[in-house]
């Protein structure tokens, strides 16, 4: 009997492992082929600028894509989503996108997308003809970028709308994957540090930053976000401080409350045109000991 239940205990050991083994390699198939749409932006000439990489794994071949226009897999337009607001940088009803706005690949050419009714619209790469080089199967489409005077989030988070050659469903609806999710490198230093003055004035510090930018935007916009003290502060204490900028000159009052250091914290923001944010702060102290100073 032992021998028996051994021999049991075996089996059911083997066929524990051998299913588990199962569960293993199906769990380590690739995903089915597919096509991916990837965006980063960035800061150029007072401008933001919009990038996308088009990736096709399937054996289709791809001649449009629409970026902002959601089709909710189906076959019918009236139901689609158009998700851009903002338009192309000097965008004209007769004249299209300005060749200075958008970059287009060999063959391909670019238009705003724009619906029967309401105020959204899409932007549409497309082949020019039927000899222009399609996207076929295992290729990847670059240079498609469009230039926009202000962000518009639904270039980053929306969908791509693919249209294939010779398929039936037309057309696919995939979201945007963003490319660019590291944010900016910031350090900030205040000069002076520290500020003497036996009569309480207001002091000039400037903002001297350390910028460290990723692989995609190499201008991230800075702003000044706050300033804050480790005690009450008065009206007047803080001056010349524009927020929401790039201010990198203010005043600060050189005064302390009581026997201890007054100590201004002030914060910037570094934000790349993708999105990602980072903070950094700096410290001004005024010591108390501002009667020793002549």
Not at 188 to 196: C, D, E, F, W
Not at 236 to 246: E, H, K, L, P, T
């Amino acid at each position: 009997m032992k021998q028996s239940w051994a021999i049991t205990m075996l089996k059911l050991t083997s066929m524990t492992i051998l299913t588990y083994a199962a569960v293993s390699i199906a769990e380590e198939e690739p995903p089915p082929p597919t096509v991916k749409v990837g965006v980063y932006a960035r800061h150029l000439g007072g401008r933001i600028v919009y990038h996308y990489r088009v990736i096709n794994d399937l054996p289709q071949t791809i001649d449009a894509v629409t970026i902002g226009r959601d089709s909710k897999r189906d076959e019918v337009p009236d139901n689609d989503a158009w998700e851009l607001f903002e338009l192309p940088s000097g965008w004209h009803t007769k004249l299209g996108i300005p060749a200075a706005s958008s970059n287009s690949p060999t063959g391909w050419r670019v238009s705003v997308s724009v619906p029967e009714k309401g105020e959204t619209h899409a932007i549409l790469w497309e082949v020019i003809n039927d000899k222009s080089p399609a996207l076929t199967g295992g290729q990847t489409l670059t240079k498609m970028s469009v230039a926009l005077d202000q962000h518009d989030t639904g270039y980053l988070t929306g969908h791509a709308m693919v249209h294939f050659t010779n398929r039936f469903p037309a057309t696919i609806t995939v979201p945007l994957e963003q490319l660019d999710t590291t944010p900016p490198t910031l350090s900030v230093n205040l000069n002076p540090g520290t500020l003497r003055s036996p009569d309480s004035k207001l002091m000039p510090v400037n903002a001297i930053f350390t910028i460290k930018d990723d692989d995609f935007d190499h201008l991230p916009e800075v702003k000044l976000e706050s300033i804050t003290a480790n005690e009450p502060l008065e009206p007047g204490d803080i001056r010349d401080a524009s927020f929401g900028i790039d201010d990198r000159y203010i005043k600060l009052r050189a005064h302390h409350n009581g026997a201890s250091d007054r100590i201004y914290t002030v914060i910037y923001s570094a934000t790349d045109a993708s999105g990602n944010q980072t903070l950094a702060s700096a410290t001004v102290t005024v010591p108390h000991e501002q009667a020793e100073i002549k």
